[in-house]
């Protein structure tokens, strides 16, 4: 399995800010992923993040709302960007390791905006 | 895409108690995970189980991947036990590693 950190736990913002969600991995990933939980749903696949090129969006998720960086292996970045209260949710980074199909989940991300 | 559907969605159990837990996917799938979510929100991985059974403690699952359907078994259920099951899929075919996931199960064990 893989140890994987995110930071902060959870943080309360302000609508029209901007918050950063940092995701580190203790092993060498083949693929990161941002998902994300709205209350009360299921999960929700944002984008796979690329390491040194642009995420790949989902369908319904833009680069210019959920800014994404992937610098090396094992650490990446999601951006919320301009928050409304809607983007109220968990945010969840995800990896596959190297030689594993499996996938696993870090703690989240709990984002409420006022 | 590939449509994952689970049932029941809710489900209450007395303590002590066992349950059937089901996942129906509409396509072949290369990968095949069950979750539970715990009440503080942090997504435990049970199985990785394309196919075949695998058991680990009081749980278990068993994938029929040619009839597209995936189950997990909860004997002598315990209150830490309650939460969301979550069954995700990726398919074989276009899939592109992404897993879909289901809508999920809400277990509540009563002592």
């Known amino acids: 399995s893989a140890v994987i950190s995110q930071k902060p736990s959870r943080d309360i913002c302000q609508r029209g800010t901007s918050l950063t969600i940092q995701c580190q991995v203790d092993s060498q990933v083949t693929m990161m992923f941002w998902y994300r939980q709205q209350p009360g749903q299921s999960l929700t696949l944002i984008a796979t993040a690329n390491q040194g090129s642009e995420a790949t969006y989902e369908s319904g998720f833009v680069i210019d709302k959920f800014p994404i960086s992937r610098p090396n292996l094992t650490f990446s970045t999601l951006t919320v960007s301009n928050m409304s209260p809607e983007d109220s949710s968990i945010y969840l980074c995800?990896?596959?390791?190297?030689?594993?199909?499996?996938?696993?989940f870090g703690p989240g991300t709990r984002l409420t905006v006022l | 895409g590939i449509q994952v559907e689970q049932s029941p969605p809710d489900l209450i159990l007395q303590e002590g108690a066992n349950s059937t837990l089901r996942c129906n996917f509409s396509d072949s799938v290369n990968n095949l995970q069950w979750f539970h979510q715990n009440p503080w929100g942090q997504l435990i991985n049970l199985f990785y189980?394309?196919?075949g059974t695998k058991q680990n403690g009081r749980l278990s699952a068993t994938t029929v991947a040619t009839e597209r359907y995936s189950l997990l078994y909860i004997s002598s259920s315990q209150t830490t036990d309650s939460g969301v099951y979550f069954c995700?899929?990726?398919?074989?075919?276009?899939?592109?590693?992404?897993?879909?996931f289901g809508k999920g199960n809400q277990v509540v064990v009563i002592p």
């Open positions: 995800s990896v596959r390791l190297i030689s594993y199909n499996e996938q696993f």
């Open positions: 189980i394309p196919s």
């Open positions: 995700a899929v990726d398919p074989s075919a276009g899939g592109n590693n992404r897993l879909a």
